[in-house]
């Protein structure tokens, strides 16, 4: 694909040969001849100045040195590499309406229009599958399940029984919803042994429009009620939610993060990876907790803690800087005690 295509496809201003042909994308690092990356930080200066690729995205108001043939300036040089992207992925691929005769779907079972279901594939009683639903191989749906329209179920996913899940939701390999929360009772018996009992776990799990969860995350049923996933939440591969949890429309969580039991998350809110959030705790809107960082407290809205235990990020920079500080000043108090002397 030529650079003069690309540029209008981004709606991008053109310094070069229109006609350069463009095969792939990469970093500033490791952009070979031919292919195509993209500036927007000072910091990749350096790499900017020594890149090999045939052609970069930079700012409107860039103004510095490049080695590559043809510079396309853009507002957002990270959205419009974005939009390249659609030039250059592969086609998506398409799962033609049927079921595959080695599923097995109980009588039961109310299917919408258009629905692929793959191979050993298994929906149990009383569930109800939306119009042009995808539900790959080795999927099990269970009793009395809902599941709204256009859902992409990918292979090897659990959902458990009673779930509901609305419109577009999108489950990831190998994902968990409405697993047993974590409920158990000590009890020590009059012979002074303890036996563990379990407590049940009889709520459901209901995901909202337009979910997406990652590979191998897990979503725990809740112990009454329901464990709640707002509309348009976005998880990553490798999360823990916990049962009652209730999470708002718009918020993100990010890899191998964990929400402990009836935690309580915002809108528009960002838990970063392997962040730790106790049970109980609220997560006002817009707010976020930074990477690998213990909640031991609520946040209010729009703060963003950080740390271990977390607290505010101004408190966490200001403690940061205060060796810094001292130092400063235990420097500053020996050059005014040498003074003293002179004098």
């Known amino acids: 694909m030529n650079i003069g295509a690309i540029a209008k496809h981004i709606g991008g201003e053109l310094s ?15 952009a070979l001849p031919g292919e195509i990356a993209f ?28 080695p590559a043939q043809a510079i396309i300036k853009v507002a957002d040089p990270s959205a419009a590499f974005m939009k390249v992207g659609e030039l250059f992925a592969p086609p998506p691929v398409v799962r033609d309406p049927g079921i595959h005769p080695s599923a097995i779907i109980d009588a039961s079972v109310t299917l919408g229009a258009g629905v692929h279901i793959g191979p050993y594939t298994v ?19 269970g009793q009395h399940v809902t599941m709204g329209a256009g859902c992409h179920i990918y292979p090897q996913v659990t959902v458990r029984e009673g779930s509901l899940l609305g419109n577009r939701v999108i489950l990831h390999t190998g994902v968990r919803i409405g697993s047993d929360g974590y409920g ?13 009992e379990k407590i049940p776990q009889i709520g459901i799990v209901e995901l909202g429009d337009d979910v997406e969860v990652g590979s ?12 709640k996933i707002g509309n348009s939440v976005k998880i990553d591969n490798l999360v823990q939610i916990g049962h009652n949890v209730q999470v708002g429309d718009y918020s993100g969580i990010i890899a191998q993060a964990g929400i402990a039991g009836s935690a309580i998350i915002g809108s528009g809110c960002i838990i ?32 963003f803690y950080l740390g ?28 005014l005690e040498a003074k003293i002397k002179e004098l």
């Not at 040969?17 to 490791?30: K, R, S, W």
């Not at 929906?123 to 749906?141: K, N, P, S």
């Not at 191998?216 to 464990?227: K, M, P, Q, S, Y």
Request: hydrophobic share 40%.
């Open 16 to 30: 070069g040969d229109q006609g350069l042909e463009i095969t792939g994308m990469a970093n500033l690092a490791e």
């Open 39 to 66: 500036f927007r930080d000072a910091k990749y200066t350096r790499q900017l100045e020594r890149t090999r690729a045939s052609a970069v995205l930079v700012p409107t108001d860039w103004a510095g040195v490049c």
């Open 123 to 141: 929906i149990e009683a009383g569930a109800t599958i939306g119009d042009h639903c995808v539900i790959e191989a080795q999927v099990l749906i």
């Open 184 to 196: 158990y009772n000590p009890k020590i018996g009059a012979d002074g042994n303890i036996t563990i």
């Open 216 to 227: 191998n995350t897990t979503i725990d049923r809740a112990r009454f009620g329901r464990t």
């Open 272 to 303: 970063w990876s392997q962040a730790g959030v106790s049970g109980h705790l609220k997560i006002g809107d817009r707010a976020q907790l930074g990477p690998a960082s213990g909640l031991a407290k609520d946040i209010p809205e729009g703060e």
């Open 308 to 335: 271990l235990p977390a607290g505010p990020r101004r408190e966490l920079a200001a403690s940061m800087l205060l060796p810094r500080t001292v130092d400063k000043l235990k420097k500053r108090v020996a050059e």
